[in-house]
Structures are given as structure tokens and as C-alpha cells.
């Protein structure tokens, strides 16, 4: 059973670039969640997708934003990168009913973007 | 809002030495708490967790207990082996069923043999 998966791994952009992540969730799951590592702290919540809907956000400016596929995978979308995007991005993914999650996160090994 | 304050790294200990990570929150109303262990090149695992006051959260040897008149989740474990050098987060939600996490800046512990 493949847990979280996301890609790429790894990615170099220059500053005003735009730039899309991908996540595939755990088989079964139908809610995902995007946050952000900068390095030497930890993860920020960017957004959660739910029934394709974002369903939460976090302190993040609009040039994020994202998307739910009806199988249930997502996308991350940067615009006008800038330096301070550099970071680990991770996507975590868990199972929601009755309209509250009810079951713990699991998180894909994350996407490292460098803004150059 | 919702925070986590966790104690400053990095962590070096000897194999075999007893391991205390701190960790205080603050947060409204009654969140559930969580430590989650991250390897080199991995993402992040859930290590343990607890979802209200007084409840002990195990898993590997390592222990925390959910304190809410200290406002404290510290981590604890009695013999640290080399491979528990990783980097440990720890991190609230609230209780409203999102499952948004709030993550401290992480302790980066390096076990020496």
C-alpha cells in the first residue's frame, strides 16, 4: 500500500517563476493538507482540500493556492516565487467523516524547492 | 493564537542516557498534543499523542504526558539508542476535528554510541 507520495522531490526555480506540486494521498484517504518547512524550523499549515474545497487556510498570501482532483490527489501552486518560498513543502493526507478528521495525518516525504 | 514553544538544539547524548525534550503550548480550550519524529530524507512520522489532560502517550520507549496546569507535553525516554537521532517536533491541534497542526521550530537530537 503506497503511503503519501509527491512530486517531484526536488525542484529549482528563479524568483517570479511560478511553480506546481503534486500529492498523491494514502489509499483511502480524502483529505489533504499542504504545509511548509523552512529549513531549521517547523512545518507551517498552508491549506487543507476537502470534496475539492479548500477547507482551511493558514497565514499565507493568495500567490498559494491549490487544487482537489475528484480521485482525490492535489496540487500545490506558487506564483511569483520569491526567495523566502525556498523550503521543504510537505502534504499530508488523512480520512474525514462526518465532517471532522478521523484519522491521523500521514505525510509524504515532501518536495524541496529552491528559489534562486 | 495556537503556539508551541519547544526547547532550543541541538540535543547530543551518549547511547544508553535519559532523554528529556520540553515542550509548553498555549492554546484555547483543550487541544490535543502530539510529538512527531522526523528521519533524514523522510517526512514526518507520528511518534505519540494524547487528547486530554493526565493522558501518558507511548510508543518506542518514549513517553509524554498531556500536563494542563503546566501547559506542558515534555518527551521522555529512558535509554536513547543511535538510531533515535532524528529530529523531533511537537505540535497541537485543536479539538474541532481539522486536525490543523501547530508545530514547534523541532529539537534535533544526534545520539552518540
Known amino acids: 500500500d503506497a503511503g503519501v507520495t509527491q512530486s517531484p522531490t526536488h525542484l529549482i526555480k528563479t524568483r517570479g517563476q511560478q511553480v506546481t506540486l503534486r500529492c498523491s494521498p494514502k489509499?483511502?484517504?480524502?483529505?489533504v493538507s499542504w504545509y511548509q518547512q523552512a529549513l531549521g524550523q517547523g512545518p507551517q499549515f498552508i491549506f487543507q482540500?476537502?470534496?475539492?474545497?479548500?477547507?482551511q487556510r493558514g497565514n499565507f498570501p493568495d500567490r498559494f493556492s491549490g487544487h482537489q482532483f475528484p480521485n482525490y490527489s492535489s496540487e500545490l501552486n506558487v506564483n511569483a516565487l520569491l526567495l523566502g518560498d525556498s523550503a521543504l513543502y510537505l502534504c499530508?493526507?488523512?480520512?474525514?467523516?462526518?465532517?471532522?478528521?478521523?484519522?491521523?495525518?500521514?505525510f509524504g516525504s515532501g518536495t524541496q524547492l529552491s528559489v534562486l | 493564537g495556537d503556539s508551541v514553544t519547544q526547547m532550543e538544539g541541538p540535543v547530543t547524548l551518549s547511547e544508553e542516557a535519559f532523554l528529556t525534550i520540553n515542550c509548553t503550548y498555549t492554546?484555547?480550550?483543550?487541544?490535543?498534543l502530539f510529538w512527531y519524529v522526523q528521519y533524514p530524507g523522510e517526512g514526518l512520522q507520528l511518534l505519540l499523542k494524547?487528547?486530554?489532560?493526565?493522558d501518558k502517550g507511548s510508543n518506542k520507549g518514549f513517553e509524554a504526558t498531556y500536563r494542563k496546569e503546566t501547559t506542558s507535553f515534555h518527551l521522555e525516554k529512558g535509554s536513547v539508542q543511535v538510531s533515535d537521532s532524528a529530529v523531533y517536533f511537537c505540535?497541537?491541534?485543536?479539538?474541532?476535528?481539522?486536525?490543523?497542526?501547530?508545530f514547534g521550530t523541532g529539537t534535533r537530537l544526534t545520539i552518540i554510541p
Open positions: 499530508a493526507s488523512s480520512l474525514t467523516g462526518q465532517g471532522a478528521l478521523k484519522e491521523k495525518l500521514f
Open positions: 489509499s483511502g484517504h480524502d483529505t
Open positions: 482540500y476537502y470534496e475539492e474545497e479548500e477547507r
Open positions: 492554546a484555547t480550550g483543550y487541544p490535543s
Open positions: 494524547a487528547t486530554k489532560a493526565d
Open positions: 505540535a497541537l491541534s485543536d479539538n474541532f476535528g481539522n486536525e490543523k497542526l501547530t
